[in-house]
Structures are given as C-alpha cells and as structure tokens.
C-alpha cells in the first residue's frame, strides 16, 4: 500500500509570510495527525483529526496555525504568519490497524 | 499533565556492544508505550510497542518491557551492529491512539 504522502518537502520562507503544508494519509485511515519537531527534540502533536473532525488541537497555536481535513481525507496545515521558531520538520502520520505510519515530513525554515 | 524522559545522548558503542536506553514516562491510567526509530535521511518508524503492564515489545533484536511499578519501558539490544545506528524515540498514547507524547530522542552511534 502506498504510504503517507505529505508535500512540499521543504520550504524556505520569510518571517511574517504564510505557508502551507499537505498530507494525504493512507486510503482508508480515520485518524490523523499533524506533528511539529524542531531540531533535538521529539515530535510534538499539534492537531488531531478523526474522519474530518477535530478530536485534539490543544496544542496548536491558534492564533497563527490552522489546519483542515474537509472530505475527511487529505488535509492541509497553514501558518500564517510565520515566525522564526516555526522552523521544524512538520510531520503528518495515520493510524491503521493498530499502528501509526508517518510521512516524510516538510521541513521549513523560516529566515 | 502526560510526559516521556528519556536519556540524553548521543550513545556511542563498538559493534556487537549491549545497549540500553532509558525511558519512564508520566501518565494516568494505562497507556501503551512505543518505541520509534529514525534513521539518517528517513522517517519514523515503528520499532515496538506494549500495551499493557508486564508486556515485552520486541523487533529486530530489540526489546522493551512494560513495568509499571518503576513507570519504565528501557530500550535493550544484546548486540548492535553499525546498521543499528539511528535517533531512537520512547512514545506514549493514551485511550487506544489518542495523544501521543514523544521523548526527545536519543542518538546512537555504533562504531565498528
């Protein structure tokens, strides 16, 4: 089966520009979720969605992140605007049948 | 609120070396424990994973056990080889997938 797709792989952008980031999980998964890990450190979740829901966004700064599954299927991350602690890797997994696949990732770099 | 520590590195061993890498986390109630690794120029997989108190997790050589009295869930190999050379992630997530939580990872070098 195909895997988690997930583009761009990588952006460069500047302070106070928006950006967006894409994730179509694998055919058929429910859950998914949109991490952000910032160089030396673990993952960390910001959104969680089931089916086109949002079932977490706890940890998402509001006030500049957004993100969107409308068909319940792919789903897009924005920031806007960004700043320089944004530069991450941002990761969007898929859970199925008891384990969650991750995507590539998109790796921003905010200048 | 729910958390995972785990041990700093790098780790550095010669081949066929034993290894350990600590993880304990914090959380309510019972939630299962993973093990994901990253190699170089790849993305996370899973490694292991345990779902329950006392249950061994175990993939390639690895394995890790659920204890719960000591809220730990270490990371061992009886013999690595170069190839074992990768960021090594403890996770949790509570209620069946629900919040994960990651360690911030441990970097392991094996030199042969």
């Known amino acids: 089966e195909a895997g988690v797709a997930q583009s761009p792989r990588y952006k460069i952008i500047e302070k106070r520009q928006s950006v967006a980031f894409w994730c179509n999980p694998i055919?058929?998964?429910?859950?998914l979720y949109w991490y952000q890990q910032i160089l030396g450190q673990g993952p960390k979740l910001l959104i969680q969605f089931q089916n086109n829901g949002v079932v977490d966004d706890s940890q998402l700064p509001k006030d500049r992140f957004s993100a969107e599954r409308l068909k319940g299927v792919d789903s897009t991350l924005k920031i806007q605007p960004a700043k320089l602690e944004d530069s991450a890797v941002y990761l969007c997994?898929?859970?199925?049948?008891?384990?969650?696949?991750f995507g590539p990732g998109t790796r921003l770099t905010v200048t | 609120g729910d958390s995972v520590t785990q041990m700093e590195g790098p780790v550095t061993l010669s081949e066929e070396a034993f290894l350990t890498i600590n993880c304990t986390y914090t959380?309510?109630?019972?939630?299962?424990l993973f093990w994901y690794v990253q190699y170089p120029g790849e993305g996370l997989q899973l490694l292991l994973k345990?779902?329950?108190?006392?249950d061994k997790g175990s993939n390639k050589g690895f394995e890790a056990t659920y204890r719960k009295e000591t809220t730990s869930f270490h990371l061992e190999k009886g013999s690595v080889q170069v190839s074992d050379s990768a960021v090594y992630f403890c996770a949790l997530s509570r209620d069946n997938f629900n919040k994960f939580y990651f360690g911030s990872g441990t970097k392991l070098n094996v030199k042969p």
């Open positions: 997994a898929s859970i199925g049948f008891d384990e969650q696949y």
């Open positions: 055919s058929g998964h429910a859950t």
């Open positions: 345990a779902t329950k108190a006392d």
């Open positions: 959380a309510t109630g019972y939630p299962s």
